[in-house]
């Protein structure tokens, strides 16, 4: 349902005991004032793809869209006196909200200031948490509407034109809206088949050149929407049964679970991007859930991009989508990184409590196969798992020790609504419902023993450490690393705040600066800044290490 360039209303009827979408096409409404607000900070800072696909659509049809992008890295950390000057400035018809879990409770106070300084604008929220927790957000009294899915494809600007004729009396397929004091919810709609038309993103919305440059080279894209498997702790499935819950049987047959755009959708994107911002990108990344699995789309985009661009490409992807040829392929393609989710070490954890699709020895297959065609690997490593024991702990630091995987990527387990392992901690009571913000990074809202919460309290700055022990093990530098890990888990709160952390820093700093003059191989952080990212050092590979 394309309607970038063409106003429109929608309109759900049954026709032949079949649901349709019926498009009135009317003439080209006023042109409207839309601000975006993207909720990014106390996070590393990125850009929102699904924000800059609805920009150009917008900006196809007409209106006028500005961005509210609030990251502290790009000088606008969340400051509601600083929100409120944006907005009084703008002075937006439309005021857009596009957050996830983590900043609900920001979103509920921009839309109350919104609604506080612009009584008769449009405040409608959208993104994963209103997506799957919409009954939630519908309770918070100043949101008018909430995008309940994908709103691209020409579902929100047919909304809008909709809401500002004033015939909103009836549901919308794709929302829920405010009428006559009452909540009217639309019936879901299927993905949107990214392979039927473009879906180029704007790339004048958010200061990518800024970003760029703050990531360190990297410029980002997706090729594709959704995810194949059933991890109980990602939302994916949460949002399949959102749209199984929404069909009836007299519907077409939805899309698949994870589609693709087109190749030359993709390349076009790529040569915008270098167009714009050539000089500045040293990686391109895909961020991408499951980017490996179609094997003749792949293949025809590694044609595609090498026949046009030399930068080295990142992407992710499963152990079980990674043999030999595939680890060929990329490599001459000029793949620089593939990054895996491991998560744990753990087989019970990470197979049982997950419900991951890798076993230990296809992970392990993985990384034999890209270390010898000449890629590197990232492991992508939760802590704080529900049912994680610190044996479990140790398996994951010395499983991924023992691969020498290229870098890990730390984060702490969250609990993200509707999902089956978020079910699971309630009922077990083991979410402290005063933690509503917060990084992923570093933050968890579960509730362990005082042990182990003091020790994933901790650990964020001594990942490394942990590592270098296992990978040591075999010689005295490895009791060197496990003497501090001793006394992280055993130092008294009133040492640790008082200069305890900072000299244990200091020590396995020393130690890890040792190694690397004897020639050994050693994990150490990556950036000051972000100690949740390790790399392993010293080591001879044939694909040098740079930015990850």
Known sequence: MRTACK??????????????????HRRRSRRLRILLVWFNFDTPVGFSYGLAVLSRELKSAGHQVDLLHLNEAIGMPYDLDRVSADIRVRAPDVIGLSFGTNH???AREVAHLSKKLLPSALVICGGIHSTICAAEVSAWPDVDAIAVGEADDGRLGGFLETWFQGTIGRPIPGFWHRHAGRWLTGAGLPPVELSKAPHPIDLSLFDHRRIIKLKLGYAESLAGRGCLYACRYCQNPVLRRIERSTADSG??????????????????????????????????SFNDDMFLADRAWL??????????????????????????????????????????GVESGSERIRRKVLCRPERKDQIAAAVRALRTAGVNTLFFIMLGIPTEGMPDVWATFRFAAALRADAVRFSLFWPYPQTK???????HRLLDRSVVRGNYLDVSPLVWSAPQARFYARIHSFYATALNMFLHARSPDGGRFASIMREIRSSPDGHWSKGGRDRLIGRAETIELELLKRGKPVYRSAFKNRPDIVMLLGEPRVTPLHNV
């Open 7 to 24: 106003s429109v209303n929608v309109d759900l009827r049954v026709r032949n005991g079949r649901r349709r979408l019926i498009q009135t």
């Open 299 to 340: 293949h025809g985009f590694l044609d595609a991009y090498t026949a046009e661009f030399k930068t080295p490409l990142v992407f992710n992807s499963t152990a079980v989508q990674i043999d030999e040829d595939t680890a060929r392929r990329c490599a001459d393609a000029g793949v620089y990184m593939v990054r895996m």
């Open 421 to 427: 392992l978020h079910e699971y901690c309630w009922r």
């Open 104 to 106: 609900a409770w920001a």
């Open 251 to 284: 519907a077409p047959p939805k899309p698949p679970a994870f589609r693709r755009r087109t190749v030359a959708d993709v390349i076009a994107e790529i040569r915008e991007y270098h167009a714009r911002f050539g000089s500045d990108i040293k990686v391109f």
